[in-house]
């Protein structure tokens, strides 16, 4: 027996949907399944992994965990929504820029965290966005180029991972040479 269902109104990305969904449909099935919009990731699906976060009004929530009923009254941004005409989002330049990404299955929920922090927040501390991104889980990067985009983005300093590395001269060949000379007789 098909179970009960509701029109709702989601305002999305700047506009307005109207969907006919079951009660339980939550807001990450309504992005994804209903409206197309598959770059929030369906991760662990109860609110433990990060991957599914979105922007309500500024705020980032997990959108696995909200009923998309609950959603109605909040403008609902995406990764598909960051962007601008203008351009990137200084979020998604920094993460680029820093290389702040590999398998990028946690990169729309860990850019939007970013984003919600920077909102409120303009130069965070490293205390504050390890904070703000502690319910984004990335399994490849180590974290590292993630916290420093954050503070790119912020402005507080370049990509310094995209700088070359300094490394230290190599010995003169018959250095070498006298040194192998020296350990094997
Ligand atoms: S998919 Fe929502 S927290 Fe993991
Ligand atoms: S880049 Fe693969 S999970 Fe974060």
Redesign the pocket.
């Known amino acids: 027996m098909p179970g009960k269902s509701a029109t709702i109104r989601l305002h999305v990305n700047g506009e307005e949907h109207t969907l006919a969904v079951p009660v339980q449909r939550t807001l990450l099935e309504a992005l994804r399944y209903d409206l197309g919009l598959t770059g929030s990731k369906q991760g662990c699906d109860k609110g433990d992994c990060g991957a599914c976060t979105v922007l309500a009004d500024g705020e980032a929530i997990l959108s696995c965990i909200t009923l998309a009923a609950d959603a109605q009254d909040r403008k609902i941004t995406t990764i598909e929504g960051l962007a601008s005409p203008a351009g990137l989002d200084p979020v998604q330049r920094a993460f680029a820029d820093c290389g702040a990404?590999?398998?990028?299955?946690?990169?729309p929920g860990?850019m939007l965290s970013a984003r919600a922090l920077l909102n409120t927040c303009a130069h965070p501390s490293l205390a504050q966005i390890k904070d703000a991104l502690s319910g984004n889980?990335?399994?490849?990067?180590g974290y590292t180029k993630i916290y420093e985009a954050v503070q790119v983005a912020a402005g507080m300093r370049g990509p310094a991972s995209r700088q070359p590395v300094a490394s230290e001269r190599a010995p003169a060949s018959d250095s070498v040479a006298h040194a192998v000379k020296e350990i094997v007789p």
């Not at 990404?101 to 990169?107: A, M």
């Not at 889980?137 to 990067?141: A, F, Q, S, V």
């Open positions: 990404l590999q398998c990028g299955f946690c990169q860990m889980l990335c399994r490849c990067t």
